[in-house]
C-alpha cells in the first residue's frame, strides 16, 4: 500500500542513506510560501550530506515515501489537507485523502519502508496541563514501539518539557543531547533540565542506534539536536510569548489536534515572524546532522 520513489527504492535496496521527512511541519506548522521553500531547501541539506531525502505524506490517500517538487506545493498551499497521527491513517486512506504525517504517522510509514533516521524539527509531547486534558501527543507511544531514531530541536515549551522527558522514560526511549549537557527546548538550547544522554556527533549517536537495535531493543531514540547560539531565540523571552499564545488558545477554545497548530501560528504573529526563522533555521541545522548520522549508521 506504500509508494515508493525510484531512487529511495533502489537507495534502500543498496543499503545506502535515506532519510524520512514528515510533512505536518510543511501543512501545518508554517504558513505558505516559507514552508514550501524550507521543505525544498532541508531535502537538498539531505542530499548535500550524502544521503537521499524521503518526505512521507499521503496523497489520495496512497501513503507516499518521496515526493516531487509539486507535490510539495500541494502540500504546503492546498486548504483540504487533513493532519494525520497514527489514529488517523485509516481513514484518510479509506477516503483517498490527502494527509499531512506527523510525527507518529511519518515514523511508522518510515518503519514500514525501512527507513531508520527521521528529521524533523519538534516533537509532540506531554501538553501543559495534561492532569486535566489528557492531551499526550502519539509521538511519545509510537516512540515506544516502532524503530526510527527522530532528530528534532528537544520540545517546545507549549508541553510540559519535564513530563515529556518523564514519559519517555517510562516508555524506554533513550533521549540523546548532541553536544550539550542541557536538553533543549526548541527556540532556545536550554530547558532547566539536564540531558538524559549526552552524544557528541554522528558517530556517538550513530554507535548509540546500533547498540540498541542489535540488543533487539524494540522502539525508538529521540536525538535532541540544540539550535544554533546565532538563530536561538532566549528562553525568557520566548516564554512570555508562549504563554500569551497558550492563554489566547484557552480563550479560543482550541483543543486536540489543532492545538500545536493554533499555538505555532499565533507564535509566528507574536514574534513578528522571528519564531519562523529560527524554527526553519533549526530545522535545517537538524538536516545536516540527520544526513550525518544516516551515513555513519549505513557505513
Ligand atoms: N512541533 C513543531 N512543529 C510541528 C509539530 C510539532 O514545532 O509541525 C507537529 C509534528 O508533526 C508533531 C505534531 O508530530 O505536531 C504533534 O501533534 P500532536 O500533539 O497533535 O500529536
Ligand atoms: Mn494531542
Redesign the pocket.
Known amino acids: 500500500m506504500l509508494k515508493i520513489t525510484d531512487e529511495i527504492g533502489v537507495a534502500l535496496a543498496d543499503g545506502r542513506p535515506v532519510v524520512a521527512l514528515?510533512s505536518?511541519?510543511i501543512s501545518?506548522?508554517m504558513p505558505y510560501p516559507r514552508n514550501v521553500e524550507m521543505a525544498r531547501e532541508v531535502e537538498a541539506i539531505v542530499r548535500a550530506g550524502g544521503a537521499v531525502p524521503a518526505t512521507i505524506a499521503i496523497l489520495d490517500g496512497v501513503p507516499r515515501i518521496g515526493l516531487s517538487d509539486d507535490e510539495l506545493e500541494l502540500l504546503g498551499s492546498a486548504p483540504d489537507v487533513t493532519?494525520v497521527?497514527v489514529r488517523d491513517l485509516p481513514y484518510v486512506v479509506a477516503r483517498k485523502l490527502h494527509g499531512a504525517?506527523?510525527?507518529?504517522s511519518t515514523m511508522r510509514l518510515a518503519a514500514l519502508a525501512g527507513i531508520r533516521v527521521f528529521v524533523?524539527?519538534?516533537?509532540?509531547g506531554v501538553?501543559r496541563g495534561a492532569s486535566q486534558s489528557f492531551?499526550i501527543?502519539?509521538?511519545l507511544t509510537e516512540l515506544g514501539q516502532t524503530s526510527v531514531a527522530v532528530i528534532s530541536a528537544g520540545v517546545?515549551s507549549i508541553l510540559d518539557v519535564g513530563l515529556t522527558l518523564e514519559t519517555l522514560e517510562t516508555l524506554g526511549v533513550p533521549v540523546l543531547v548532541n553536544g550539550s549537557d542541557e536538553f533543549p527546548s526548541?527556540y532556545s538550547r536550554a530547558s532547566g533540565f539536564a540531558s538524559p544522554m549526552r552524544v557528541d556527533g554522528p558517530a556517538e549517536t550513530a554507535a548509540v542506534l546500533a547498540a540498541k537495535w542489535e540488543l533487539g531493543l524494540q522502539g525508538g531514540v529521540v536525538i535532541a539536536n540544540p539550535i544554533p547560539e546565532a538563530d536561538e531565540i532566549p528562553a525568557p523571552e520566548i516564554g512570555a510569548i508562549i504563554d500569551r499564545a497558550l492563554a489566547a488558545a484557552d480563550d479560543e477554545g482550541v483543543r486536540?489536534?489543532d492545538?500545536?497548530?493554533y499555538l505555532?501560528a499565533r507564535i509566528v504573529e507574536l514574534t513578528d515572524g522571528a519564531s519562523l526563522t529560527a524554527?526553519i533555521a533549526l530545522v535545517k541545522n537538524n538536516a545536516g546532522f540527520g544526513a550525518a548520522v544516516a551515513v555513519t549508521l549505513a557505513g
Open positions: 514528515e505536518t511541519i501545518h506548522g493532519k497521527s504525517t506527523t510525527v507518529a524533523t524539527g519538534g516533537l509532540g501538553h492531551d501527543s502519539a509521538d517546545k526548541f486536540g489536534k492545538i500545536t497548530p505555532l524554527n
